[in-house]
């Protein structure tokens, strides 16, 4: 009796391990098709269950930056990517995200912070790394001014 109850036990458990991971991609990837269309609202409250169900979810809180970012809400998309860095310090699309609210902060030590951090893991936007130097050196006060 204690073996078929400790059976149906651990299929009960692993049962809901896996419908909580197909749950979890079930949800981003809802996301990811609303945002694609467009349906920004509806692609956030996706997201939102996606982190619920995973809250490591790096993907989930770019995305939520992205939407942020277009609503224009600069704290909401910065804390998004604060989540996002902080679970994948790697992800070239936050960390550029990131120095694109910087510069506009004009917060220029954090840029060529994040500028450095940047160099070191870019594989698909390096060139926008380069645009924002630019720009920085366009802007950024002048030492030689006497």
């Known amino acids: 009796m204690n073996k078929i109850f400790g059976f149906i036990l651990l299929s009960y458990f692993v049962i809901n391990i896996f419908n909580f991971s197909i749950g979890n991609e079930k949800f981003f990837n809802e996301g990811v098709k609303l945002y694609k269309n467009k349906k920004y609202d509806d692609a956030r409250f996706m997201f939102e269950r996606s982190i619920v169900f995973n809250p490591k979810d790096s993907?989930?809180?770019?995305?939520?930056?992205?939407?942020?970012?277009?609503?224009?809400?600069?704290?909401?998309?910065?804390?998004?990517?604060?989540?996002?860095?902080?679970?994948?310090?790697?992800?070239?699309?936050?960390?550029l995200m990131s120095m694109k609210i910087?510069?506009?902060?004009?917060?220029?030590?954090?840029?060529?912070?994040?500028?450095?951090?940047?160099?070191?893991?870019?594989?698909?936007?390096?060139?926008?790394?380069?645009?924002?130097?630019?720009?920085?050196?366009?802007?950024?006060p002048k030492n030689n001014e006497s």
Do not use: G, R
């Open 59 to 95: 993907n989930s809180y770019l995305y939520l930056a992205k939407i942020y970012n277009i609503e224009d809400d600069q704290n909401k998309e910065e804390k998004n990517l604060e989540a996002t860095l902080l679970i994948e310090p790697n992800n070239e699309e936050a960390i």
């Open 102 to 140: 910087a510069l506009k902060k004009s917060n220029y030590s954090k840029v060529k912070d994040l500028s450095n951090t940047f160099t070191k893991v870019c594989k698909n936007l390096c060139k926008e790394n380069q645009n924002i130097l630019e720009t920085l050196s366009n802007i950024e």
